[in-house]
């Protein structure tokens, strides 16, 4: 018998890119046995992509209520012991509502609810439910990220007076422009995709981020959202204010019409003896700014790296590692999790990212409709 | 006797780097004579400094109301045609407005005023005088800076809906977190160095830039400005919302407390079919982002280069030219100018850039005290 | 039942990183099913292994022989189909020769073999067998090195007329240093890495990624290596130079005491009409330089990529894969070939790639060792 | 008077590029006057070049020999002190030698001469002389060309064990491939431009540059050019192994035909304790590579930077400077010289680099002509 942790999975079958994405981080540390799943709303399509990938169909439900009820009838040590929820974003919040309140450990694909109520709802219910709640931040889950995390958390650049974040997309440019083709995208449609389009894909992406490696939290927001056309209900782009307790500001900025852009993510931290630049489509280099001392780039699997930062590299210096394997890492911590052995806050991002993220979303669309104000967080 | 235009100098004399600077960048193509200058307040000194880098001091005057009288006695194919004031901030408005009512065309650095109201009264000046005037805006002397208007303008990226100019430097961090430092240095004194520290400095050298490249205008601004400390009367750190007419928005972020941060100063500019993207550290690369292409990156002297840009490279390809030659371009422009030959638009930038300019100071830091709200330019 | 590929894996247990590197790229596309093992040579540890990764220990044997004699008496439906051999470079020829002649297909990491005549002998096996037979040159799964081996084919580049590679690395510069070291690293013992250790272990990557992405073969060399110290048997460095049919030339650069380089390989290939730069430690870009027009950067999962390349890219343009999903593209090839399923030539590399590549690292030693003369291939 | 240099040049007239870069070398630390020179065979085309250029035509002379001539008969104090030689390749030996006979001290173009025979007759005169001479291996007046010299001497990187030298270009690809524009390029015949193309032009300035930067002097050299048509008698591409005393292996490389690569020199030392690298077409940053420590890129004009590096500064980190400016370095050193003021060795290239240059270019081309066999220097 294996002593893999038993997984089951919502969504994510099919040409999901998310569901390859889930799939492969779970197997990269030999941790997780695919156990049972819901690939698809149709109990014979989620069968057959069971049946394709060489997944025993005995385990695959026809919804989530059939997984939970079943799945509560087997004994503790054959019950699934957390499931990754990869389905429609207004799916998230009821699905990991049940699981939690059965005791089910979860991953919670972004955005983890449709609205900050839902998050506040959500966060309550899991902390009576003792179970591992994870949010994939993807991005954290990046070795050098993790380092810049730690060092500023050990004082390496010292108190932070400025952070700058970027999130630079521009799949939606050729989307936009064209009337009909705005009106009927799932991103653009707020019943489908929550009240905002690019800061709750992305500007939220960029918000948790900004968070993670300070260890501060943002005070409050003046946000600048751009709709583009009249007709278009969301916005696409946007900068976003930041105020910190204390003296420093921030900036972040946020744009599904910067045109060409693939996934243009940074991040930078201006502190009082140094500053720390990471950008996610160059994961593997962290460039260290010191005053009048040359440029450093850090890169992973040397001995100057954080314990946590080599806890997410698996190869020597040189052998480039991307997302599937920054995913990997958060599998990797929200195993020692479920597994209850230690582990560092850092490993995967919780519910305290969520419920702030969903915050952050709502207030910054209040503050650009009530005429780009301040806004508390 | 020389075909070269006779030019004078005020200021810019001893260590002064800015003097430098413009000594080379007029030497550059072989067009300019230096004729006469006051290098010093003090006479001896700036005779001593002509002697050094090898002038005859004849017409090294005691000051600049005398170099103007005297200048003005002698017959017009004698007299300094061009005079380049280098002097402190708040002696650029007083020399250029009386070298202007003389008829003399003048290089000002920058600011060319300490306020808005200045500013226009200089070009009010101007206008009557006849005479060129160049501002140096050293940066769009840049080849691929050129380059990168004369693509916009001949629509390569299309409508432009995203404007994201930066300009970080760190320079500013070891003065202002001591608090002996900070009372005491020029540039944070409102007296010598007018409203504004970091906006007035290189936040109107980014604002500049996204006029000349775009072409467009900033219609009205948001600014959020940041002091660090209470006693420190001036901003050092603020980032800027800009909005145009019709839908486009951006953003401007300036600071002189982005520690170890050198000159970085970059723009980018997001139009409907494509981007166009360039960097001041490395300057002679110019990135062009099309949807679903390759990556372009255009450098200097290569027959797909515009002509304007071509008449800034000196060199073949792969010879980086500089800063300097940056400045030698805008002084090759001026020359053209004086001697009234054809040249273009963005040759050398001028008084309306230097009226705008000051504006955006004055604004940004009124819609900063008056709580971050919009104001028009 | 599973339909996946039933695979077995000899070596990689424990600590071993080529472990971990072939068990995730063989769960990346839901193909292959870790079916039976030889972990370790001790039988106890292999089913210890086995359990950490929660695999079923009852095809755990306890060294190839049993496996490949219990496994043939399973019926074909249930046999392991693919062998991983993972294990010391000497144990590659007998471990491969003796699952080829029974049928079962191999995956084989490098060195194939000790020699070149043992390369033959394989050879002449594998062609009676009818198995498939892969050998891990991992960097050929990169999407962009099959992106310029297909536009080199399709004449983008036109004739080749210069080659150049260089694969840099300075781990053995420590152990070089140190007498002690130097006589006790077994990648310095002829006995157990064969007879050359930088053109053994480096230089034959770099000599089949040329052929491999240029389509070319390589006629004769001149080697130069270097040994540093008297004491140490084998190269740790050197340069060769290469020639082709046709009046092409090129040139090899390896080394391990390139001091604090990582893993910086990289491939030029310079054309009568443009030239094609790929570096493995920034895999996803690839530089295709063309006169007089701007350089241009093409990046994974556009459009504008070859097929081979999209069918080795899962994420969307700027969600950067790396080495592990270069290992997956080739396990994925081999998955393909197994099933009898159409592929391409260059989705893994195959038995000539190391017949040839044995080839070259004796020849390289032979024109070292006769003082630098040319050695036909 | 001036108390400038008086400066003369032979050749550099009309359209001539490096006639700009050394005239605007010249100007860049207010140390020459433009005194008198030959611009042009032709006197009138001289002379109109020197209106055109704004210098008195008085010493405006027919050719080298009237000027030689008629300034030895001005009294020392007025007669020009250095001379710049311009001219095409072949006029260069006899003009510096004359120059040199004369007394005057010279700054020749590469190559010094066409012959190592002659090189070593005017390293003869020169040592008669006790003028200064100085070769323009302009790339050694780059600051972090200077720092990288410095560090190697100080230790930093330890004792050398491997040197790489590339200089690629492409710009003869489009001549070479046309039967008619390669009978007919002056580069390409052996009259004009001496017995090697590739090797001669750019291969010797990566010669001098790697004994410039590392102290060392190579010891034997085997060559292996290639001409790519046999009715070409000039290399225009090849490699060159290096050996030096002691252990240390190294090799160059060189190419006219590497495709739309414009100027990419680079050069990179490694040594026990770590490595240094630099690329000419990012000129103002220099890589230390050190075991297990982050990578630290090196900008000019920091406090860190070597005082002969910065004595090649002019403005403040984040301004880049270019190849004027290293041209401008050179010019600074020779002005020191001239003056007998102290300077230090690396300053400006001299006469020794000629000598060892043409010493190398006629056994490159001897080792490829004999087979390519090692041949001592």
């Given at each position: 018998m294996s002593n893999k942790i038993r997984w089951g999975v919502l969504g994510g079958g099919g040409?999901?890119?998310?569901?390859?994405?889930?799939?492969?981080?779970?197997?990269?540390?030999?941790?997780?046995?695919?156990?049972?799943?819901?690939?698809?709303?149709?109990?014979?399509?989620?069968?057959?992509?069971?049946?394709?990938?060489?997944?025993?169909?005995d385990r695959i439900y026809s919804d989530h209520h059939e997984m939970i009820r079943l799945e509560?009838?087997?004994?503790?040590?054959?019950?699934?012991?957390?499931?990754?929820?990869?389905?429609?974003?207004?799916?998230?919040?009821?699905?990991?509502?049940?699981?939690?309140?059965?005791g089910f450990s979860v991953i919670c694909e972004k955005p983890m609810t449709m609205t900050y109520a839902e998050a506040l709802e959500l966060e309550a219910i899991h902390q009576k439910s003792g179970a591992v709640f994870a949010l994939t931040h993807t991005y954290t889950g990046y070795p050098m990220v993790r380092q810049m995390k730690q060092?500023?958390?050990?004082?390496?650049?010292?108190?932070i007076q400025k952070v700058d974040v970027q999130y630079y997309q521009g799949w939606i440019n050729p989307i936009i422009h064209d009337p009909q083709l705005r009106k009927t995208t799932w991103r653009l449609d707020p019943e489908k995709s929550?009240?905002?389009?690019?800061?709750g894909d992305i500007g939220v992406h960029g918000y948790q981020m900004l968070e993670f490696v300070t260890g501060l939290e943002v005070k409050s927001i003046l946000a600048d959202l751009n709709h583009l056309y009249e007709d278009n209900q969301m916005d696409i782009d946007g900068t976003v204010l930041l105020r910190f307790d204390g003296a420093a500001k921030g900036v972040l900025r946020a744009s599904q019409i910067a045109t060409a852009e693939e996934n243009n993510f940074s991040v930078a931290v201006y502190g009082k003896s140094g500053s720390l630049k990471w950008e996610q489509e160059n994961p593997?280099?962290?460039?260290?700014?010191t005053e009048d001392k040359p440029l450093q780039t850090l890169k992973p699997g040397h001995s100057y790296n954080d314990k946590m930062s080599l806890d997410g590299t698996k190869l020597p210096p040189g052998h480039p590692e991307g997302i599937f394997d920054a995913m990997g890492n958060i599998y990797k911590g929200v195993a020692k999790a479920v597994r209850n052995q230690p582990y560092e806050a850092g490993e995967f991002p919780g519910m305290r990212d969520g419920v702030r993220g969903m915050h952050f979303i709502e207030e910054a669309v209040a503050s650009h409709a009530n005429g780009n104000v301040w806004t508390d967080l």
């Open positions: 040409d999901s890119l998310i569901g390859v994405l889930h799939r492969v981080a779970a197997s990269m540390f030999d941790a997780y046995q695919l156990t049972g799943a819901v690939f698809n709303p149709d109990h014979e399509t989620s069968k057959a992509f069971a049946r394709q990938i060489g997944i025993p169909t509560m009838q087997l004994p503790e040590d054959e019950r699934i012991q957390v499931v990754s929820v990869l389905t429609p974003n207004f799916l998230h919040f009821p699905m990991a509502k049940q699981l939690l309140e059965n060092m500023i958390a050990q004082g390496v650049i010292g108190e929550g009240i905002s389009c690019c800061m593997n280099y962290l460039y260290l700014l």
